[in-house]
């Protein structure tokens, strides 16, 4: 899917279910912490998803859309059911699909990694670690799974989003199957890595049938959890392997994990993409198209990406909060590199909330956070989330 002129970003991309996205930059998924804290979307997420679709990009992913409220990653999460407000939903996917973009909804389940407060965090195993203690799935709750995403799926489409994510990365429940750290089941879920992707494959099966051949499906999948004997990047390479005889349209590449003291892969060091060199491998792995998401900083490092045959499209996430108007800017172009904040020794997790604050300035049309206001965008978030658990045990109580 290469296209060879100098402009190499403005080239449609059709996916195999027959869909085209208008060029090659996309806002890969990220936590936004604007939902409501009752699982529905708010004015200023509406806001903030057309911002980034009046910047230029061809598609938006909205990360973390839970099937239920029983596993979610955080209480600004959406949780998409037969419970949830149809009208919200549609006004959302209204406001992203503006200026011909596409937007989709990332399917999750954190699993393990569900936020304890509001959640009863379980995984494929029970573990009891610093920081992470979760039970283990029964037989029945992982066979329910594939529906439970199947019948978000519908929903989505059903509500006018352009397509759906798989989030299969990030340390989240489908990551933790194909984790050995994480899953130590001896049944037919786990021990060989046939075992292990046995639930993503069953998934993307179950959400394929019940969408149909015509409705965009990506799969958000780790190259490396980037833990000591974790997912590593052959077993990520034998994922992608069997993919490829799936009905997945795009493949996102991420790595990295946020189990608890982990770091992440957007607080790496160095000035290029994480994953472009393990994109490269899959080539020889998959004939599905790529998105390789994470460090991209300049219009020459996405450019090269796609002319070199390592991806179909870019994943943008940070970049895209310093600058919304970049993939305008890269269109027309301009080679502006985004100017990032820098931070001296700052606490975990405080970056991710610096950005996430960010994100909330940007939806509400403010003026733009300094790396010196970390401290209180750190108490504004944490302060936000909690007021947003209370509405959340009050509003999914049994």
């Known amino acids: 899917?290469?296209?060879?002129?100098?402009?190499?970003?403005?080239?449609?991309?059709?996916?195999?279910?027959g869909v085209v996205l208008k060029n090659r930059m996309a806002k890969s998924a990220m936590s936004d912490s604007l939902g409501n804290g009752c699982g529905a979307p708010t004015d200023a997420q509406n806001r903030l998803y057309e911002r980034w679709a009046e910047g230029g990009l061809a598609l938006s992913i909205i990360g973390e859309v839970q099937g239920?409220?029983?596993?979610?990653?955080?209480?600004?999460?959406l949780v998409l059911d037969a419970h949830s407000d149809p009208e919200t939903f549609k006004t959302l996917a209204r406001a992203g699909s503006y200026n011909n973009a596409h937007l989709w909804l990332q399917l999750g389940h954190a699993g393990a990694m569900a936020d304890a407060p509001i959640s009863n965090p379980k995984g494929p195993s029970a573990l009891d670690l610093p920081g992470l203690k979760c039970g283990a799935l029964s037989m029945s709750e992982i066979q329910s799974i594939p529906h439970e995403f199947a019948r978000?799926?519908?929903?989505a489409k059903e509500?006018?989003?352009g397509g759906v994510e798989v989030h299969a990365a990030h340390g989240f429940l489908l990551s933790q199957f194909l984790s050995p750290l994480f899953n130590m089941r001896t049944d037919a879920y786990g021990g060989s890595l046939e075992n292990r992707m046995r639930l993503l494959l069953e998934t993307i099966d179950a959400?394929?049938?019940a969408v149909g051949p015509d409705f965009p499906i990506g799969i958000k999948l780790n190259a490396t959890d980037q833990l000591e004997g974790g997912f590593e990047q052959d077993e990520a390479l034998a994922v992608m392997k069997a993919l490829d005889s799936t009905s997945i349209d795009l493949i996102d590449i991420s790595g990295g994990t946020y189990f608890p003291g982990a770091p992440s892969s957007s607080d790496r060091a160095g000035s290029g993409p994480y994953f472009v060199d393990f994109a490269k491998r899959a080539r020889t792995k998959t004939s599905k198209l790529l998105m390789v998401t994470g460090g991209f900083k300049t219009l020459q490092q996405a450019e090269a990406a796609?002319?070199?045959?390592?991806?179909?499209?870019?994943?943008?996430?940070?970049?895209?909060?310093?600058?919304?108007?970049?993939?305008k800017k890269w269109q027309a172009g301009h080679t502006p590199e985004p100017n990032f904040p820098r931070f001296d020794t700052p606490p975990e997790g405080g970056v991710t909330a610096w950005y996430t604050?960010?994100?909330t300035r940007i939806a509400n049309n403010q003026s733009s956070l300094s790396p010196a206001d970390l401290l209180n965008a750190?108490?504004?978030?944490?302060?936000?989330?909690?007021?947003?658990?209370?509405?959340?045990?009050?509003?999914?109580?049994?």
């Open 1 to 17: 899917m290469n296209a060879s002129n100098t402009n190499i970003l403005t080239q449609p991309l059709r996916l195999p279910c």
């Open 68 to 77: 239920s409220p029983h596993y979610a990653e955080k209480p600004g999460n």
């Open 152 to 155: 978000t799926a519908v929903l």
């Open 159 to 161: 509500f006018g989003f």
């Open 207 to 209: 959400v394929r049938r």
């Open 306 to 327: 796609i002319r070199d045959g390592a991806a179909d499209m870019v994943g943008l996430a940070r970049a895209l909060i310093v600058d919304p108007d970049l993939p």
């Open 357 to 359: 604050m960010q994100m």
């Open 378 to 398: 750190i108490q504004v978030y944490e302060e936000r989330d909690q007021r947003r658990r209370a509405a959340w045990a009050e509003h999914f109580a049994d």
